[in-house]
Nanobody
Framework: DVQLVESGGGSVQAGGSLRLSCAASGHDYRDYYCMAWFRQAPGKQRERVARIKSDGSTLYADSVKGRFTISEDNAKNTLDLQMNSLKPEDTAMYYC?????????????????WGQGTQVTVS
């Protein structure tokens, strides 16, 4: 199994920055095909905001492109999300997720492991 634990959320004013981190551990962690950050606002569906494949390629949702950066620190076994120029509409619970099945799609159902989430509030 893979265990994922997010940290780094909090409250920030519009235009500010936050850096989320997802600590990954488990026997099969390095077998993942794709890791991603999702977010879910109250009353809305969970949406993928960024993903990184095992080959290092990245992809972003249009709503965060140019503001968010996803990266990995293989030495620390962490997945990070640097969020700049935050907007009130970025307010949500943020989750990291791992896809071991080789799909790397946008649907949450394709991801095998999830963290517990970290709240981001932008006012």
């Amino acid at each position: 199994d893979v265990q994922l634990v997010e940290s780094g959320g909090g409250s920030v004013q519009a235009g500010g920055s936050l850096r989320l981190s997802c600590a990954a551990s488990g026997h099969d962690y390095r077998d993942y095909y794709c890791m991603a950050w999702f977010r879910q606002a109250p009353g809305k569906q969970r949406e993928r905001v960024a993903r990184i494949k095992s080959d290092g390629s990245t992809l972003y949702a249009d709503s965060v492109k140019g503001r968010f950066t996803i990266s990995e620190d293989n030495a620390k076994n962490t997945l990070d999300l640097q969020m700049n120029s935050l907007k009130p509409e970025d307010t949500a619970m943020y989750y990291c997720a791992a896809d071991m099945g080789g799909y790397c799609g946008t649907a949450p159902d394709l991801y095998n492991y999830w963290g517990q989430g970290t709240q981001v509030t932008v006012s």
